[in-house]
């Protein structure tokens, strides 16, 4: 694939911020529009990573996450195996497919198609069916280096009940590369501060020589998103 136009991982000359000015834009609350729609459209219109995305030809702003925290890790590499959960629409597929180059392997997987993507192998499937665990091994032919997981439950609106939510979907990725990663591999997941993740942080210390959280500046300063990032898988009796 070719990189996105300023954009790519380690290597490619790509930002992981946004640069220059641009000018705010209103929105009016449309007849039939509700004004948490029109709050929303005003604040994907003005936000700077969704510009820069357009701009630098990525499919979404979450391509800056991994960015961001690749420049704070070092998780990208050329010729690694990699496996990308949640991956629609594509952003972190990019940034993967950019960084491992020719030599490496990309699988993007999630729940819904995602469209095609050149360097990539797409895959759908859900992270509780033992399919997708199937299916993952036979499109790499091998263990995978890095397991990324940016997935997400649809939001409730009930913050507890969110919560719960999103780290049962990072226990389940972490259950899944812990039967994909090689010994010294690296699995990064979204989850959101609270309580909850504490039963999840104990699981990846037991398995992995380093586990640190990071929120990404591209994570929206509103949200309790944050990111676990585990290397040095250990290995075990599921690998």
């Given at each position: 694939m070719t990189p996105p136009a300023g954009g790519g991982g380690k290597?490619?000359?790509g930002k992981s911020k946004p640069s220059g000015r641009n000018l705010s834009v209103r929105v009016r609350t449309a007849r039939r529009r509700k004004?948490?729609?029109?709050?929303?459209?005003?604040r994907q219109l003005n936000d700077p990573y969704v510009i820069a995305a357009k701009k630098d030809g990525y499919r979404s702003r979450a391509a800056y996450k991994l960015l961001q925290l690749d420049e704070k890790f070092s998780l990208l590499k050329k010729g690694?195996?990699?496996?990308?959960?949640?991956?629609?629409?594509?952003?972190?597929t990019q940034?993967?497919?950019?960084a491992v180059g020719p030599k490496g392997k990309v699988l993007a997987v999630d729940v819904t198609e995602m469209d095609a993507?050149?360097?990539?192998q797409t895959l759908v499937g859900d992270v509780n069916d033992l399919k997708t665990e199937t299916g993952i091994r036979a499109a790499l032919g091998g263990p995978a280096d890095l397991v990324l997981s940016d997935m997400a439950p649809?939001?409730?609106?009930h913050r507890a009940t969110d919560h719960l939510r999103i780290i049962a979907l990072a226990e389940a990725a972490l259950d899944l590369a812990k039967s994909l990663l090689s010994p010294g591999g690296g699995f990064?997941?979204?989850?959101w501060q609270g309580g909850a993740e504490q039963e999840l942080l104990a699981a990846m210390k037991r398995d992995f020589a380093s586990v640190r959280h990071a929120k990404p500046e591209a994570s929206r300063s509103d949200s309790a998103e944050m990111y676990v990032v585990a290397t040095g898988y250990r290995g075990g009796d599921e690998a």
């Open positions: 290597g490619d000359g004004t948490s729609s029109t709050r929303w459209l005003q690694l195996a990699l496996v990308d959960l949640g991956a629609a629409p594509g952003g972190w940034v993967a497919v950019a993507m050149g360097g990539a649809p939001a409730t609106g990064v997941a979204k989850v």
